[in-house]
């Protein structure tokens, strides 16, 4: 007990700590976020998380005092392997199916097919992938993966600890805890970035771990707790599929189409969105930790799906799309910029369209917000402020302008 309230400490702090030190040295490098489009946010961050889950969770492997089985580390192997692909894929430009390629090979040697069966080892091989690259496309909004990865973590270890799986159990509340300390700096606005490293790292852990969990089980009940157990990850990943498919726009080009931008499309703020799709995982990940406990049937997983379902169809009705597939301007962007489109009609010879992209407040607004960001940015690499330019504020007088 003791043991544990230690790791999770240590996790939390360490990862805080890396956080910050690792946001400077991806400014310096240049990793930033192509996504943010108003200011740079750097990635990176998932780094953090990966290094203090290991190096933590190891540690206690070596010292003895809470050393990890053959199946838990061999998970922490795979997820570290993971991690380094994100990484790469957060450096340089790599496809989606090659990330996913890559996780199905090191989900290949987590999954027991010897207690599983190779018919069910082979789908916890699929699955274990596919929630894995649905965790990266939870990070499109601040705080949203680490929020749902904290959730995640929580309910499987509760579930480890039924089947008396120790060391799994203090693998994920060390993982748990460190999504906490890099929230420090993720939470909006965002200071740093969970990149592919982290995401799919966090994914693949978490997936993992369930199917540890879940071995000697039925089919039909574990599918419903593992649904249950990552039905935020899961209702997004098919949300942005369906919405693609049926606007004809290719899986692999990205867009405003998650939850949260559609949240976001309905009036809620950020953080609004973030809060309340933490609640719904919350929610979800206590049926599926109480069900596999026993203490609800899995017929109560029914209710989670009742939730999801018509959530997805709904959200599935806003529009974010513009002509041909390509992202509407009054759509939310990766991290909520925001742009906004009027359009007026003439009433004779022919219709007559005139697009505006913000209001003159949200203008300056977002000029100021640019600004200051800008600085902060500097100030964090070490680089002197720009010089002040000429002008009516700096003393000198505008040129007259010809008429």
């Given at each position: 007990?003791?043991?544990?309230?230690?790791?999770?400490?240590?996790?939390?702090?360490?990862?805080?700590?890396?956080?910050?030190?690792?946001?400077?040295?991806?400014?310096?490098?240049?990793?930033?976020?192509r996504?943010?489009?108003?200011?740079?946010?750097?990635?990176?961050?998932?780094?953090?998380?990966?290094?203090?889950?290991?190096?933590?969770?190891?540690?206690?492997?070596?010292?003895?005092?809470?050393?990890?089985?053959?199946?838990?580390?061999?998970?922490?192997?795979?997820?570290?392997?993971?991690?380094?692909?994100?990484?790469?894929?957060?450096?340089?430009?790599?496809?989606?199916?090659?990330?996913?390629?890559?996780?199905?090979?090191?989900?290949?040697?987590?999954?027991?097919?010897?207690?599983?069966?190779?018919?069910?080892?082979?789908?916890s091989?699929a699955?274990i992938?596919?929630?894995?690259?649905a965790?990266?496309?939870?990070?499109?909004?601040?705080?949203?993966?680490?929020?749902?990865?904290?959730?995640?973590?929580?309910?499987?270890?509760?579930?480890?600890?039924v089947?008396?799986?120790?060391?799994?159990?203090?693998?994920?509340?060390?993982?748990?805890?460190?999504?906490?300390?890099?929230?420090?700096?993720?939470?909006?606005?965002?200071?740093?970035?969970?990149?592919?490293?982290?995401?799919?790292?966090?994914?693949?852990?978490?997936?993992?771990?369930?199917?540890?969990?879940?071995?000697?089980?039925?089919?039909?009940?574990?599918?419903?707790?593992?649904f249950?157990?990552?039905?935020?990850?899961?209702?997004?990943?098919?949300?942005?599929?369906?919405?693609r498919?049926?606007?004809?726009?290719?899986?692999?080009?990205r867009?405003p189409?998650?939850?949260?931008?559609?949240?976001?499309r309905?009036?809620?703020?950020?953080?609004?969105?973030?809060?309340?799709?933490?609640?719904w995982?919350?929610?979800?990940?206590?049926?599926?930790?109480?069900?596999?406990?026993?203490?609800?049937?899995?017929?109560?997983?029914?209710?989670?799906?009742?939730?999801?379902?018509?959530?997805?169809?709904?959200?599935?009705?806003?529009?974010?799309?513009?002509?041909?597939?390509?992202?509407?301007?009054?759509?939310?962007?990766?991290?909520?910029?925001?742009?906004?489109?009027?359009?007026?009609?003439?009433?004779?010879?022919?219709?007559?369209?005139?697009?505006?992209?913000?209001?003159?407040?949200?203008?300056?607004?977002?000029?100021?917000?640019?600004?200051?960001?800008?600085?902060?940015?500097?100030?964090?690499?070490?680089?002197?402020?720009?010089?002040?330019?000429?002008?009516?504020?700096?003393?000198?007088?505008?040129?007259a302008r010809?008429?």
């Open positions: 007990m003791l043991y544990g309230i230690a790791t999770a400490i240590t996790a939390l702090l360490a990862a805080a700590a890396l956080s910050a030190l690792l946001r400077v040295l991806a400014l310096r490098l240049g990793l930033v976020d996504r943010r489009r108003l200011r740079p946010v750097p990635l990176l961050g998932g780094l953090a998380v990966v290094v203090s889950t290991c190096v933590v969770a190891a540690a206690g492997g070596w010292t003895g005092a809470a050393p990890l089985s053959a199946p838990v580390g061999r998970l922490l192997s795979a997820g570290a392997g993971v991690a380094v692909l994100g990484l790469v894929a957060d450096v340089w430009r790599i496809r989606t199916r090659l990330l996913l390629v890559g996780t199905l090979v090191a989900a290949a040697f987590v999954v027991p097919y010897g207690e599983t069966g190779l018919p069910m080892g082979i789908a091989v699955w992938a596919c929630v894995a690259v965790f990266r496309g939870l990070d499109h909004a601040d705080g949203l993966a680490g929020t749902v990865g904290v959730l995640t973590a929580f309910g499987a270890g509760a579930c480890a600890a089947e008396m799986m120790d060391d799994l159990a203090v693998l994920l509340s060390v993982l748990a805890a460190a999504l906490t300390g890099f929230l420090m700096h993720n939470w909006h606005p965002a200071r740093i970035a969970f990149g592919a490293c982290g995401s799919l790292f966090t994914g693949f852990v978490l997936a993992s771990a369930a199917v540890l969990t879940r071995t000697g089980y039925d089919a039909l009940s574990t599918a419903a707790v593992l249950a157990l990552t039905a935020v990850a899961s209702a997004d990943a098919v949300l942005v599929v369906l919405s498919r049926l606007a004809g726009r290719p899986l692999r080009r867009g189409d998650h939850l949260a931008h559609r949240l976001r309905l009036g809620l703020t950020g953080p609004g969105a973030t809060v309340l799709l933490g609640a995982a919350f929610a979800a990940v206590l049926v599926g930790a109480l069900v596999h406990a026993g203490w609800l049937g899995r017929d109560a997983v029914l209710w989670v799906a009742g939730v999801s379902l018509p959530a997805v169809l709904g959200l599935l009705r806003v529009r974010v799309y513009g002509p041909r597939g390509r992202p509407e301007r009054g759509a939310q962007g990766a991290y909520g910029t925001q742009t906004h489109l009027t359009r007026t009609h003439a009433t004779q010879g022919g219709a007559a369209q005139h697009d505006t992209t913000r209001t003159a407040r949200g203008r300056a607004a977002a000029d100021v917000y640019d600004a200051r960001s800008r600085a902060r940015v500097r100030k964090d690499v070490g680089l002197p402020a720009p010089p002040r330019s000429g002008g009516p504020r700096s003393g000198t007088r505008a040129p010809s008429t």
